[in-house]
């Protein structure tokens, strides 16, 4: 079995509350930068590269 699928059981054994707690660790990063995350998902979306985004700011200046 795959580890991404053998991962994904887990998580649904947790969500549904099948495994014992003391079979699993979860971890939490103590920090979010929400703000950085949902920039970095933008920067990951086809022809939004900071090149394209500088040539569409040019544009409208223009």
Do not use: F
Request: no cysteine; glycine share 2%; net charge negative.
């Amino acid at each position: 079995m795959s580890r991404i699928l053998q991962s994904a059981r887990e998580a649904l054994a947790i969500a549904k509350d099948e495994l014992d707690p003391a079979e699993y660790a979860v971890h939490v990063p103590e920090n979010i930068d929400a703000r950085e995350n949902l920039k970095k998902l933008e920067d990951m979306k086809p022809g939004n590269s900071d090149h394209a985004r500088a040539d569409h700011a040019e544009q409208e200046a223009q």
